[in-house]
């Protein structure tokens, strides 16, 4: 199923929710109209600052809560497509899902070298759970960008260095662009046109969304040169949508990857998704997990969420609640999913 604007009868949870959405709202993000600024401000790396993919100015918040499948708030321009920033890498995901439930990636366990040919080296023991986790150490460097010098992967914790695969988890931009890269080589077609065919068009996503990549990110297959799109927007790029099919995405993974009847994504691969990492338990595919409240301190642990740029723009799914929760541009967003959650009863 998919979500409804019609107006449901909770008022007894309505007032706190429309006191936090406009709290939210006063937590504006400030200076995302000059996007090269402020993007510029969060590459903290000083050896390789060049941004390489498109940017999108910001539009102002945004966000959609949705409550059993019905639509109970909606603030700024939901239509808009924005920059996703790092909740591309939850799409990325959910395309390696749709890889695998059709059979183009049977073994997740597999080492990515003996599924797909590419031009890079990555060594025999890296597999495609070591991608869709962020466990791979794998230190090279593809289009310009080494992936030691993302700093990200200090930031949240982990190494930019280079590790055994599987010993060490680290959030990477680089390394997801591999996963980008090894994809596009499995699908042997653009992303985006999966994305399109594989996902958003099942759910009634809008044609406004785009998935962009760096300037010179191609791969050749089959003797064509295929874009290349990118997992965040380190260096630019991403996944360009709207807050209002952000919430259809959402709402897939809340119905346990059915729509309408229709299965888009298998449960297994859903289950996968929101399984935690060995060496790190608040992550799994791609996906944030709050059971050890270590995402969001005050917000359930039964959340699990994508996010992006410092959480200005967060999807959030808790199960236990039926709910889905989409922000754009706002500040201290936890503060948020803290206060729709409180009023909402499990």
Same mark, same amino acid.
């Given at each position: 199923?998919g979500?409804s604007?019609a ?5 007894f949870t309505?007032p706190?929710?429309h006191d936090?959405?406009?709290r939210?709202e006063r937590?504006?993000t400030p200076?995302?109209e ?17 941004v390489v ?6 539009g102002g918040?945004s ?8 639509v109970?708030?909606?603030w700024?321009?939901?239509d ?5 920033f790092?909740?591309t890498k939850t ?11 059709r059979?183009?990636?049977p ?6 070298e003996?599924t797909v040919? =590419?031009p890079v080296?990555?060594?025999p023991? /890296?597999?495609?759970r070591?991608?869709?986790q962020? *466990?791979s150490? @794998?230190? +090279?460097?593809l ?8 700093a990200?992967?200090?930031?949240d914790g982990?190494s930019?260095?280079y590790?055994?695969p599987?010993?060490a988890w680290a959030?990477n931009d680089?390394?997801v ?6 994809l596009?080589a499995?699908?042997?077609?653009? =992303?985006a046109e999966v994305a399109?065919?594989? /996902?958003?068009?099942?759910?009634g996503?809008s044609p *406004?969304?785009s @998935?962009h +990549?760096?300037?010179e990110a191609?791969?050749?297959?089959d003797?064509t040169?295929?874009s290349?799109?990118?997992g965040?927007?380190?260096?630019g790029?991403?996944l ?13 993974f809340?119905?346990r990857?059915s729509w309408?009847g229709?299965?888009v ?9 929101w399984?935690p ?9 791609l996906w944030w997990?709050n059971d050890?409240l270590h995402?969001?301190a005050?917000a359930p642990?039964?959340?699990?969420c ?7 723009h967060?999807l959030?799914v808790d199960p236990?609640?039926e ?5 754009r541009w706002s500040?201290?967003?936890?503060l948020l999913?803290?206060?729709i959650?409180d009023?909402?009863?499990?």
């Amino acid at each position: 199923m998919g979500p409804s604007r019609a107006s449901v009868n909770f008022a007894f949870t309505l007032p706190a929710i429309h006191d936090a959405v406009e709290r939210a709202e006063r937590r504006a993000t400030p200076g995302i109209e000059d996007i090269a600024r402020f993007h510029a401000a969060q590459v903290t790396d000083r050896a390789h600052r060049e941004v390489v993919g498109p940017l999108l100015p910001g539009g102002g918040p945004s966000g959609l809560v949705s409550f059993r499948g019905a639509v109970i708030a909606e603030w700024g321009d939901v239509d808009r497509p924005e920059m996703c920033f790092s909740v591309t890498k939850t799409v990325l995901s959910a395309v390696a899902g749709a890889a695998s439930d059709r059979g183009l990636l049977p073994d997740v366990h597999a080492p990515v070298e003996d599924t797909v040919d =590419l031009p890079v080296r990555l060594g025999p023991d /890296l597999t495609w759970r070591h991608l869709l986790q962020q *466990t791979s150490g @794998w230190a +090279g460097e593809l289009w310009g960008k080494p992936a030691h010098v993302d700093a990200q992967s200090l930031r949240d914790g982990g190494s930019a260095a280079y590790a055994e695969p599987g010993a060490a988890w680290a959030y990477n931009d680089v390394r997801v662009n591999l996963l980008a890269l090894a994809l596009t080589a499995l699908w042997r077609r653009p =992303l985006a046109e999966v994305a399109r065919t594989e /996902l958003f068009d099942p759910i009634g996503a809008s044609p *406004t969304w785009s @998935w962009h +990549g760096y300037r010179e990110a191609t791969i050749a297959v089959d003797g064509t040169e295929l874009s290349v799109v990118s997992g965040g927007a380190h260096w630019g790029g991403g996944l360009w949508m709207s807050t209002a099919d952000l919430l259809l995405l959402g709402e897939l993974f809340l119905e346990r990857g059915s729509w309408h009847g229709k299965q888009v994504l298998s449960t297994e691969w859903i289950d996968a998704s929101w399984r935690p990492c060995s060496v790190n338990p608040d992550y799994g595919y791609l996906w944030w997990l709050n059971d050890r409240l270590h995402v969001f301190a005050d917000a359930p642990a039964t959340g699990r969420c994508a996010r992006g740029c410092g959480d200005r723009h967060l999807l959030w799914v808790d199960p236990a609640r039926e709910l889905v929760i989409v922000s754009r541009w706002s500040d201290s967003v936890g503060l948020l999913v803290r206060d729709i959650s409180d009023a909402i009863p499990v």
